[in-house]
């Protein structure tokens, strides 16, 4: 394989994790329903996950509640936090898998020179453990959840923490997600943004606006990360 130019060898590549890395829906909604069974609510489906990912456990259990017709006080909500993280954790990784094409994708970037990192409002522990157990965590240098910083998705000083933390320059990163606050943050951060339409977005992300959009991982090459970057370098130059 050609090694990246010296500037792309020390560029970062930022993914989400649910819907972006990780098909993790089935899990998810398990545990949400197990979570809410605690209050005779009737079960949540897939088609509901859109509607409710996206800002974590916490806020997930009260869209979920809101949507049952039964929306929940901040006092009760630890307690279904609790519940659902030691279901989802006690089960990992479940039936949860990677998107096809994405372990070949990230074997040729870290080949390549690029470094990789992971940025999700998922709580940290839970990022951390399921990319564990799928024997992924060697691939990144940094895994940042929604409760490592004060600040999460889409606040820019997420991604930018997180590249930070990877040992990245915000100037040479990247952020590929599948919904609005991956697309926000990169937005919001001054990074180019890459979607992939195959995540829970409840809306299409071509109407999102992302520098890219791809459809499947075998297109995410190192020359359209490079392309990327120099456009990026190109808009900061001017």
Known sequence: MTPAPENARKALIV??????????HVDLVESLNYTIAALDLAPVSYD???????????????RACKLQGKPISQEELPALVERFVAHYSA?????????????????RLKASGYT????????????????????????FDAITGGDTFEHRKPDARHLTG??????????LAIMIGDSVNDIAVAKNAGVPSIAVPFGYSD??????EPDVIITHYDELTVELVESLLKGSTAKIAV
């Open 162 to 171: 997180t590249i930070e933390r990877a040992g990245g320059d915000i100037s």
């Open 15 to 24: 993914f989400d994790l649910d819907g972006t890395l990780l098909d993790t």
């Open 91 to 107: 089960n990992m990784p479940g039936h949860t898998e990677p998107y096809p094409g994405l372990v070949a994708a990230m074997d």
């Open 48 to 62: 509901d996950l859109t509607h409710l990912v996206g800002q974590g456990a916490r806020v997930m259990i009260e």
């Open 116 to 139: 990789l990192a992971v940025c999700t409002n998922k709580l940290e522990g839970l990022a951390t453990g399921l990319l564990e157990k799928l024997g992924l965590t060697h691939y």
């Open 203 to 208: 809306v299409p992300v071509s109407s999102l």
